[in-house]
């Protein structure tokens, strides 16, 4: 019988162990990680600081960029200076950037702060987490724009690649606030999504992830076209995730500010918190090789064991890992399926056509079959055979026939396992 605790003992394993292939991957990474200003004043954010110190301790090398809009929308109020936007961009005049300078500085110094933070007993306990900021990025002024000056406003010029590797290099965070520096000394406000969205275009980094509002509407997965096709124009955060990606990042992720540990959960699970939109693919279909084999065994033993698929051993699967195609999803194998041609006939066998469960009814096995159809067609075959005993209807449906063990060709009926009783379809290319 178990105990709470062993329960809890249970879970934990069987959480690192699924996090493991992300930790290896992520580390040595670099995350541009934008939060704004609505995040900061969350009750949740000084978990995400915790979060951020883990990821640390992890070896991936983190950019903190922040945002401050409604900290300086207050204290504009406070202090009766005018608010004032176009085109949803602030119009910074001189009264508007001393108010932007005393509140982002001391919200700078407030996040240095949570990230010192290192009592017994606390996710921070002995994190030493190093942070670091400065003049890394070069602005210029937007200037005037549809008749109207936008004074201290301004946008990204340059990015100090350079100073920030070598930052990262020693093991620390940089954190970059919404503003930025002109060759002759200016100070200039500046959108954060602005600032993340370029540096992680000039660093190249692995990931741009942006916290903010909600996106509940979005799927969890978007390619770059279909985040096109479907973009909100008042949705900063997917803006800049779509210029990020047309820039060069290959994935760029969208949290909620709300849920609690999304960011852990986007990194080091399969599925997923937010929504993640890829400038490529985020699964792909190929040749397997003999890497594949662990993977592809994990996958198929327990359908052998409960008897729907014939028993393969490690060494078989060595030796035949040439028929199989698997598809892969973030370095995991998620579904296989093997093509065995008949000599001296243009009919193949497909076999071993799997897929994981958490992917079954999204469309994976049909995409996986279409694969295997096209090589087949490749290399000057018509037909299909295929020996079922609990996924008849699958086949079915995807355009296969009902036929008898008298249809296969002799070498397959000399191998028919009567025992197994399997239905036999084919399907003409």
Not at 20 to 48: K, Q, S, W
Not at 133 to 152: E, H, Q
Not at 251 to 267: K, M, P, S, T
Request: charged share 20%.
């Amino acid at each position: 019988m178990k105990t709470p605790n062993s329960t809890n003992i249970d879970t934990t394993t069987s959480w690192f162990r699924t996090a493991a292939p992300y930790i290896h991957a992520h580390r040595g990474a670099t995350f541009v990680i934008a939060f704004d200003g609505e995040t900061l004043a969350t009750e949740g954010f000084d978990n995400l600081i915790h979060d951020f110190a883990l990821l640390n301790s992890l070896g991936i090398k983190l950019i903190l960029v922040y945002g401050a809009r409604p900290q300086i929308d207050i204290q504009s109020k406070l202090h009766k200076v005018n608010i004032n936007f176009h085109n949803d961009l602030r119009i910074t005049d001189e009264n508007s950037l001393k108010i932007a300078k005393s509140v982002i500085g001391k919200l700078r110094l407030d996040i240095e702060a949570k990230l010192s933070f290192g009592l017994p007993h606390t996710p921070m306990a002995d994190a030493q987490v190093r942070c670091t900021s400065g003049n890394f990025v070069t602005a210029r002024p937007v200037g005037i724009k549809d008749g109207i000056d936008f004074g201290y406003t301004g946008e990204v010029r340059r990015v100090d690649t350079q100073g920030i590797n070598e930052q990262l290099a020693l093991g620390n965070m940089v954190l970059l606030p919404p503003m930025g520096f002109s060759p002759t000394g200016e100070i200039f406000n500046l959108s954060y999504e602005a600032i993340a969205t370029k540096v992680a275009t000039e660093l190249t980094a692995d990931k741009l992830i942006l916290i903010g509002d909600a996106h509940s509407e979005l799927p969890r997965e978007l390619t770059l076209q279909q985040a096109e096709n479907i973009s909100n124009p008042d949705s900063h955060t997917l803006q800049a995730a779509i210029e990020a990606c047309n820039t060069g990042v290959q994935r760029v992720h969208l949290l909620d500010r709300l849920q609690d540990g999304a960011l852990l959960q986007e990194l080091f699970s399969r599925d997923g918190a937010g929504t993640l939109i890829s400038a490529t693919s985020f699964e792909t279909i190929r040749q397997a090789t003999i890497d594949d084999v662990a993977g592809i065994l994990e996958l198929i033993q327990p359908l052998e064991e409960s008897g729907v698929l014939v028993k393969r051993s490690r060494e078989r699967l060595e030796i035949e890992i040439d028929h199989f195609t698997v598809m892969e999803r973030d370095g995991t194998v998620i579904a296989c399926a093997a093509l065995y041609p008949f000599s001296n006939t243009t009919m193949a066998e497909l076999a071993c056509l799997v897929v994981v469960k958490d992917y079954q009814s999204v469309g994976r096995g049909n995409q996986l079959l279409a694969s295997i159809e096209q090589q087949a067609v490749g290399m000057g075959l018509t037909d299909l055979c295929v020996l079922s005993t609990q996924t008849t209807h699958w086949f079915l449906e995807n355009g296969f026939q009902t036929a008898q063990t008298a249809d296969l060709p002799i070498a397959k009926q000399e191998l028919y396992n009567f025992q197994r009783n399997a239905k036999v379809f084919t399907k003409t290319l």
